[in-house]
């Protein structure tokens, strides 16, 4: 199993620019999400994800849009990139407990550089 | 908000003696995990403990959680340079929201 992949690892974008950041999962997890990791911030969410076409909105949703069409995929778009938006992004899957989220499998990042 | 808080910010030990880190929260919770990330890369997860459980050991690791005070601990044992790294507490309460995180170096 690859667990959870995320491409591209680095990308550097200008101001304006649109993107998709990909990520996937081949463990058959109902929950995905999106995180931001930021300097002294932790990890903050952007949305969320419990099952193919159903998503939701995290602590930091604005400027980010999220689909799910397949239970594998969890793409991320950034509409209209900003510096505010630099950022290393980490996409997370888990499976779904009754009462609780399960551990959360990581995938490597992406570190994104918006000039 | 709910995000835990990790205690102390940073720590410094040497190794084979033993690090405990703190988490404080402010709503009811399903559980508390606790995760570690090296730098540049992905957060492993450590371990897991659930509302309804006070103490759970995994290996070198034991994880208290009070529900009355809202807080954890994670204790590392006899410490290796290999635990260096940043430790992240994560609360669960419909969402799964993670703290600022700790880091902990430990000398050789």
């Known amino acids: 199993n690859a667990g959870v992949t995320q491409t591209p690892k680095f990308q550097v974008l200008k101001t304006g620019q649109s993107m998709t950041l990909q990520c996937a999962q081949d463990?058959?997890?109902?929950?995905m999400s999106w995180y931001r990791q930021d300097p002294g911030m932790g990890l903050r969410l952007i949305h969320y994800?419990?099952?193919?076409?159903?998503?939701d909105q995290g602590e930091v949703p604005n400027g980010y849009n999220v689909s799910r069409s397949t239970t594998e995929d969890f793409p991320l778009r950034l509409l209209s990139a900003a510096p505010s938006q630099t950022s290393v992004y980490f996409c997370?899957?888990?499976?779904?407990?009754?009462?609780?989220?399960?551990?959360?499998?990581f995938g490597p990042g992406t570190r994104l550089t918006v000039l | 908000s709910q995000q835990g808080e990790e205690d102390p910010q940073a720590l410094s030990i040497q190794e084979g003696e033993n690090a405990t880190m703190n988490c404080s929260y402010k709503?009811?919770?399903?559980?508390l995990q606790w995760y570690r990330q090296n730098s540049g890369r992905g957060l492993v997860h450590l371990i897991l403990?659930?509302?309804?459980?006070r103490e759970k050991h995994s290996g070198r690791l034991r994880v208290t959680l009070d529900t009355s005070k809202k807080s954890s601990s994670l204790l590392i044992t006899a410490s290796r340079a290999a635990d260096t790294a940043s430790y992240f507490c994560?609360?669960?309460?419909?969402?799964?929201?993670f703290g600022k995180g700790m880091k902990l170096t430990v000398n050789p």
């Open positions: 997370a899957s888990s499976s779904l407990l009754t009462g609780g989220f399960h551990e959360q499998f």
């Open positions: 463990m058959n997890h109902e929950y």
């Open positions: 994800s419990v099952g193919a076409g159903i998503t």
């Open positions: 709503t009811s919770i399903n559980n």
């Open positions: 403990i659930r509302s309804n459980e």
């Open positions: 994560a609360t669960d309460a419909g969402k799964l929201v």
